[in-house]
């Protein structure tokens, strides 16, 4: 039996070159896109009720410990020679080389437990093992699986240097098995003959894999039913544990909530239990990660929980359940998950004048199978189009469930709304604790116990600023007035008098708006100015496909000043300001409904 690696040949057919399309989805990212994929194949193959064990561990393996590693270095000489003048296939193999002349070379294991192993190794089409090693475009995965389209089988390809991985299983038939696969370009194999883009490692002529292990380093052998995969020239940069982690909670939570999953990476156990501290520590390390967001909309006893059910394409009804959480900072997102615990994508666009997060679950094994006909390869999407056996339901039900979501948005708005007390006339007196200014935390408790013994009373007399006014196409009659009186002073320009200086532009620092009374269609928007000057501003509503449609005004009141405010169509101003004035204008619209209202210079 020869055993080492074999390219097949191309029989005068195509010429593969390193740009593959099934590797190339996943170039952008691949560090998240490898941790997606992997988890996913895992929880596919669980044999138990008992949580899927994943365990990554990056080795330092003595080169000569790589099977076969000289024929790999000759693969590789061929493949610059035959790409010497193709600038990136000559670099890729050129470093390609480099890495394979190390005296170790870095390799990810990713082990996992509680599962099936590939099945069915002998088979040369159908099972799991000929599905993920030797099949492109392949999937015999259940309507209640992830993956559904047998690309993501590349992710992992992604993140190694010299695009070679190597797989290791033991099912539950009592077999062992072992392939090397290496996924490169065509090369010139000599006698005018060309090579395959993908070779494999294991019995040549036959390209079947290995059953018998003992020879190999103790790395590539395991103990317990389940599958290994080896990342060889795994692209360690920087913290990528920490990335790993970060997208195991992003796309992983409910899988790992509910103990379906649980993961294993240095030094670190992510399961349910230990999920607080898991999520504080990615939390130091990515400040601006979304993963507090999310867990707390979906453990928090304050969080609205809510399930609906929806039509299934045959008639029935399941239920999707959705969690969302107020807070002020929130990403105004949902993270939306199929059954399996894998989110698909985060939902935004939500017309809802709050911060908010929130988690949904597809429970239905109906409905999930109907949307996971709806994802392209990389499962970060629905769209109905790809739903080819009725589009029509599937537009109806992604409708469905986009109306409920917003509807769920603005029912927490209205609750919010309803909590807050305006008081009349103390608007311009008491603070606005926005994110520029720090709410109050501490109080000084000597300061409780002083007593007031005296105090001065002191009248001063404000005077109304004016409103400079510049001509608009669209007239108020409160203009009039100071029009006509304008025009009647108006004086000769003099062409030796010095010119006026030109007031500047002021812009504002924070901007807040939020719905006072519905029925009337009254808003009221909170201003802070950012320098003194003239300050004009647009208000438009904010689409959930991320449009902006001016909206026309009806009547403005600058109700700190407790006077009228110049506008037209959806533009109020121009208006002088002080730099960091703070104004409260209430706005009324021509058509009375709620409206996620966003406002810009």
Not at 107 to 135: C, H, M, P, W, Y
Not at 248 to 260: D, P
Request: charge should be neutral; charged fraction near 25%.
């Amino acid at each position: 039996m020869n055993i080492g690696w074999d390219f097949p040949s191309n029989n005068n057919g195509r010429i593969d070159g390193l740009n593959d399309s099934g590797i190339h989805h996943f170039t952008e990212a691949p560090i998240v896109s490898m941790t997606r994929e992997v988890l996913q194949d895992s929880l596919d193959a669980a044999a138990s009720n008992k949580p899927v064990i994943v365990k990554f561990e990056l080795h330092q393996l003595a080169l000569q410990a790589l099977p076969e590693v000289g024929e790999l270095k000759q693969i590789f000489q061929r493949g610059q020679d035959t790409w010497t003048s193709h600038k990136d296939a000559s670099k890729f193999f050129e470093e390609g080389l480099l890495v394979l002349q190390q005296q170790t070379i870095p390799v990810l294991a990713i082990r996992d437990f509680n599962t099936t192993g590939l099945e069915n190794v002998d088979q040369k089409i159908n099972g799991s093992f000929a599905s993920l090693v030797k099949s492109v475009g392949v999937t015999f995965k259940d309507a209640s699986a992830s993956g559904s389209f047998g690309i993501g089988k590349h992710a992992p390809f992604a993140a190694s240097s010299i695009r070679t991985m190597f797989y290791v299983t033991y099912n539950r038939q009592g077999v062992y098995a072992l392939q090397g696969v290496s996924k490169l370009a065509s090369y010139d194999m000599g006698n005018g003959n060309y090579s395959q883009g993908t070779g494999y490692y294991g019995v040549k002529g036959v390209l079947e894999p290995v059953k018998d292990l003992t020879s190999y380093d103790p790395m590539f052998l395991r103990s317990g039913y389940g599958t290994d995969k080896f990342i060889i020239g795994f692209n360690a940069k920087g913290e990528w544990a920490d990335e790993v982690i970060e997208t195991i909670i992003l796309s992983y939570l409910v899988a790992v909530m509910e103990e379906k999953l649980e993961v294993h990476i240095a030094g670190l156990k992510i399961n349910k239990q230990m999920m607080p501290s898991i999520v504080k520590y990615i939390m130091g390390k990515y400040k601006s990660s979304k993963a507090s967001q999310y867990y707390d909309a979906y453990t928090s006893p304050d969080s609205v929980k809510v399930t609906k059910y929806f039509k299934t394409y045959d008639g029935e009804f399941e239920p999707i359940n959705v969690s969302l959480l107020v807070k002020e900072g929130f990403n105004r997102r949902v993270s939306m998950y199929r059954g399996t615990g894998m989110k698909i994508f985060d939902k935004d666009r939500f017309r809802a004048p709050i911060d908010f997060a929130g988690v949904m679950v597809v429970e239905g094994a109906k409905l999930n199978a109907a949307l996971r006909k709806m994802e392209p390869p990389t499962h970060d999407r629905w769209a109905a189009g790809l739903y080819k056996d009725d589009q029509q339901y599937a537009l109806q039900l992604l409708k469905q469930i986009y109306d409920w979501l917003n509807g769920q948005a603005r029912e927490l708005a209205k609750s919010q709304a309803t909590e807050k007390i305006e008081l009349r006339g103390l608007e311009g007196i008491l603070p606005d604790v926005t994110k520029e200014e720090a709410p109050l935390k501490e109080v000084n408790e000597q300061a409780l116990s002083e007593k007031i013994i005296s105090f001065a009373m002191k009248q001063t007399v404000s005077k109304p600023k004016k409103i400079k006014i510049q001509k608009k196409k669209k007239k108020n009659t409160f203009l009039e007035d100071e029009k006509s009186e304008r025009e009647k002073t108006k004086k000769p320009v003099n062409p030796n008098s010095e010119k006026t200086e030109k007031l500047k532009k002021a812009t504002f620092s924070n901007a807040r708006s939020f719905c006072v009374n519905e029925d009337q269609g009254l808003y009221r928007f909170i201003i802070t100015s950012k320098g003194k000057g003239e300050l004009s501003f647009n208000i438009h509503i904010s689409g959930e496909d991320g449009s902006k449609t001016p909206i026309a005004i009806k009547a403005v009141k600058n109700i700190t000043r407790n006077e009228a405010v110049p506008y037209s169509d959806n533009i109020i101003g121009p208006v002088i300001v002080e730099d960091k004035e703070r104004i409260v204008y209430e706005v009324s619209f021509v058509e009375n409904e709620r409206y996620s209202l966003e406002v810009s210079i």
